[in-house]
């Protein structure tokens, strides 16, 4: 597989962009490669720039459910740009928008909308910290938030994958109030919320964590933390950037049956086009600017062709069967990557929720940070490599979700299972 064009694309543009990609991970650098410059994508695959073509499990990192270019949704944003591509004044899709949300989300009587993850969860602190008038936020080791200052504190994603959890430039003052916790370990948060009495304003998560790879909630642990937090006056935030309308139309919450009292958004709900909203309880999100206090705001906020994006591709997730076929297909792939791998001797630690999956190089359990920290990333680097120049576009860290789109055949999902088989057997 040739990567001339790319690997000179890449040379041209660590010229004028810091380490050649606007987004760490995009690098391939932990994975000893250097990344495909990718021309276009279409349905389950993608192209590079020296025309090779791939299985795509990354989706642009979660938003493309229906795969790339779904017919609709070109034909809708299409149509939309034809009428302007931003006012930064009010329109009628954002209503449309937010009432398909409020609606699918249990935890949502309110929503507002951003233009990215980063914003909905700085701007969903910033909201609970006001109606709180607490400081102190409670976040998970290995989950990660977007970039914003206080949440660079043991963050997962890029962060865990190039080892700067804490990152230079976050003054420790303003790092000081972010707790971190275990993932999975209640005791954990119960110990942190008992020495941090009445300064609690939040507790932020991942509630299927997907950025130090997929590591689903324990029995119980997402119920115990809506019991401490209603208990102790903590408003609970699940970050649902990721797993929202993706394990289920109604999200993680829908498939756990624990409502939080804010649920952060992004990805999917803008259907490829830079969205993000963050929502919750009435009486909380009324607190926000111009009904309350709390300022929050954006000049693309609620972008037109963002709306129509996000419309379209909810539309489409409402289709009868629709999770359910993507649960069967992603079983099947998931399982088939296990298979291959105990069959070459060499264990992984395979998780999944829905569609989304992962396949850790351990032998052990996965359940937290430390756990999944214990990986043998330089393995997985060698089984990247490999599934690459077979033709699969896997996410290029261990840390990280694998995503299942409605476009992968059945085809698609024997080749990726063939080319583990293979993979797997350069590793063990
Ligand atoms: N929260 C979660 C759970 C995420 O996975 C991400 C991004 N992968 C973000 C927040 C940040 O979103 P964005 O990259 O759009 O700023």
Redesign the pocket.
Known sequence: MEHTRSEQLFQQASQVIPGGVN?PVRAFKSVGTTPCFIKKASGSRIFDEDGNSYIDYVGS??PMILGHCHPQVVQAVTAALESGSSFGAPTELEITLARMVIDAVPSIEMVRMVS??????MSAIRLARGYTGRDKILKFSG?????ADALLVKAG?GAATFGVPDSPGVPADFAKHTLTAEYNSLESVKALVAENREQVACIIL?PIA??MGTVPPREGFLEGLRELCTNEGIILIF?????GFRVAYGGAQEVYGVTPDMT?L??IIGGGL?V?AFGGKREIMEKLSPSGGVYQAGTLSGNPLAMTAGIATLTLLQQPGFYQQLEEKSARLADGIARAARDAGYPIYSTRVGSMFCAFFTAGDVHDWPTAAACDTRAFATYFRAMLAEGVYLAPSQFETAFMSQAHTDTDIEATIAAARKSFKLIA
């Open positions: 987004s990192w979660g990215s993850g980063t914003e909905a969860t989950c990660y938030h977007g970039h994603s991942e997907g950025n970050d649902e950037v990721m797993s952060t992004g990805k830079p993000g």
